[in-house]
């Protein structure tokens, strides 16, 4: 392992500076265990809960994802704009981005659990919806706001290693589900799920008033900056729309069995993006200093990304592809299926790389409403495919609406910067 990552960095180093390529495999490094944890605990509960169960919980998952955006209102997006490029605003920051994240998690929490309420049972919304929106809102987004607030300073390792906190506690909280002596349903693991977010809150807070210091607890230096910060949470939101939402309609008006099939296959996609995903966050701050100079600036970083980014997602997936047929063997036979939607879905792989990096570009260009409305629409696409095909088809109208939602919001964003640069920003 320690040789290939001496072999990535030198390949990185070709095309980029050295302390970017040092940076992306501190994040590659923690992004690397942060998924081997995952599919460790994804495996546990995958067999234990079985496809019905799982695909119940997934869908519940997928629909909290829908809202969390908006727990912090955009506030870690704009801590990390600003502490980029002014390392002394942190503590102002800092405080502003908790407590947004305070007040907008408690609102948005119940918002979330009324829609819930009209679309699913009250037992499963009580029991299941309800426990991750607590585990998530209050937990779990702080301690993604703690991995943000070393990212903003640069620090890789450490903000590796707290991006790694929720999964260390899950995993933990994955093996007290299969030993305990109680009832394996998707209720009970939502329960453990809960827990496991609010302690992994805690100990990112706990870090980075250790490391980095703390700051008044205030919304005011969000003043000014609501509209800015609900741009970055409706893009985020419309992201967890096109990316999670199919789970929740394949549950909603089709099958649980299928729903738990088709998260699983997702899962695994996700986890063969984590190359990908290491140099966009280590990328982000950057583009944030780029994009000051103008569109022409910020495209032209990604542009240097772009070669290794895209040969990197070809490789991902085709080593998805790959070891597809041995997942069965691994969650169990009832997963059988789960092998051929990982094939149908591999492309996703590549043509995420293409539009993450140029929307990355365009929030750091300063194009974030831009963004959020190219995302929204394409969000809204996506849900319409997806309430058409799913009834007819079943998982693989998911797969399509994927795939034809991805492509369209790739080609979409790369017109708008074309757009931009032609204007001449």
Known sequence: MLVLMKFIEKI????????????????????????????????????????????????????????????????????????????????????????????????????????????????????????????????????????????????????SLTNTIPVLYRMISALIFLIIPTETTAESWAILYMSSGILSGLTGLLFVKKLLGWGKITISPMQGKWREGFFFSIGISAQSTYNDIDKTI??????????????????????????IRAILTTAYPRFFKEGVKGMQNAHKFSLRLLPWAIGTSFLASIGIIIISPLLPKILGEQYSLTAQIIIWLSPLIIIRTFHYLIADTITGAGYQGQRSGIQIGIAIIN???????????????????????????????????????????
């Open 250 to 275: 394949l549950l909603r008006i089709g099958s649980a069995t299928d729903a738990g099939l088709y998260a699983a296959a997702y899962r695994m996609i996700d986890s063969a993006f984590i190359p």
């Open 12 to 159: 990185l180093q070709g095309i980029l500076h050295k302390q970017f390529a040092q940076n992306t495999l501190w994040v590659f490094s923690g992004m690397i265990l942060k998924t081997g944890t995952q599919i460790f605990y994804f495996i546990i509960i995958a067999r234990t809960l079985a496809p019905e169960n799982y695909g119940v919980f997934s869908g519940a998952l997928a629909f909290v994802l829908v809202f969390s955006s908006f727990a912090s209102w955009g506030s870690d997006q704009i801590l990390i704009k600003h502490v980029a490029r002014q390392t002394e605003s942190f503590s102002e920051y800092w405080g502003m981005a908790l407590g947004v994240s305070l007040v907008s998690s408690i609102f948005i929490g119940l918002i979330a659990t009324a829609i819930g309420l009209s679309l699913f049972s009250a037992k499963i919304v009580i029991q299941i919806i309800l426990p991750i929106i607590i585990g998530i809102f209050l937990g779990e987004k702080l301690s993604l706001l703690s991995s943000y607030a070393f990212l903003a300073h640069q620090k890789m390792i450490l903000s």
């Open 383 to 425: 849900v319409l495919l997806n309430i058409i095909w799913i009834p007819q088809y079943g998982w693989l109208g998911a797969v399509w609406s994927s795939l034809i939602s991805d492509l369209l919001l790739a080609v979409a964003l790369w017109a708008f910067v074309a757009m931009i640069k032609k204007k001449g920003d």
